[in-house]
């Protein structure tokens, strides 16, 4: 099985930082990653996929970049609804293997 | 707007089983491969199982695997997983979402139901 790797687990930042969120994966993906963001209670939302391209309504401060093993997701400037947790997902394979999440938290 | 419903979620003992359900509604429903996802309290995301836009294919996580059925009635538009010999390691949210495909289970979740609550207690 793949795995999936975020890094950091938990981020602290102020509204209008950038952020960079890391994401690797155990084997080459090429470009089958997708990235979602989830706030409490409520069901993840997508926000990249195919690694950059950027979902439907999303903000473009959201961009997603890489391919093979190591992705990013970059916020250019935090907004307070951006304060939420963000998984990465793999689609590679059908087992659809997410990563263990990055929770970004109001400095 | 594409729209999902679950249902189904409870309160069950170890061993019991339990029937989730996901209405669909704002798209063809038959043009598109479905999931259940679920997270336990507290934790992440894991994927438990997929069908084909006509249902002829299916796929499931290990830790399902003959336990679980996941199916799909296209006279009602509905997403179901019967669940069975269920565990207190199956205690989670389990959420539907749509893949952007019709046949194959290799793609990611465009659109997610609100999520149902099951809980394996005695």
């Known amino acids: 099985d793949i795995q999936m790797t975020q890094s950091p687990s938990t981020l602290s930042a102020s509204v209008g930082d950038r952020v960079t969120i890391t994401c690797r994966a155990s084997?080459?993906?090429?470009?089958?990653l997708a990235w979602y963001q989830q706030k409490p209670g409520k069901a993840p939302k997508l926000l990249i996929y195919?690694?950059?391209s950027l979902e439907s309504g999303v903000p473009s401060r959201f961009s997603g970049s890489g391919s093979g093993t190591e992705f990013t997701l970059s916020i250019s400037s935090l907004q307070p609804d951006d304060f939420a947790t963000y998984y990465c997902q793999q689609y590679n394979s059908y087992s659809g293997t997410f990563g263990q999440g990055t929770k970004v938290e109001i400095k | 707007e594409v729209q999902l419903l679950d249902s189904g979620g409870g309160l069950v003992q170890p061993g019991g089983s339990l029937r989730l359900s996901c209405a669909a509604s704002?798209?063809?429903?038959?043009?598109?491969?479905m999931s259940w996802v679920r997270q336990a309290p507290g934790k992440g995301l894991e994927w438990v199982s997929s069908?084909?836009?006509?249902?002829?294919?299916?796929y499931y996580a290990d830790s399902v695997k003959g336990r679980f059925t996941i199916s799909r009635d296209k006279t009602k538009n509905t997403l179901n997983l019967q669940m069975n010999s269920l565990r207190a390691e199956d205690t989670a949210v389990y959420y539907c979402?749509?893949?952007?495909?019709?046949?194959?289970?290799?793609?990611?979740?465009?659109?997610w139901g609100q999520g149902t609550l099951v809980t394996v207690s005695s």
């Open positions: 069908i084909s836009g006509g249902g002829g294919y299916t």
């Open positions: 979402a749509r893949l952007p495909t019709v046949v194959s289970p290799e793609g990611f979740f465009d659109s």
């Open positions: 084997q080459s993906i090429s470009s089958w």
């Open positions: 195919d690694a950059s």
């Open positions: 704002g798209f063809t429903f038959s043009s598109y491969a």
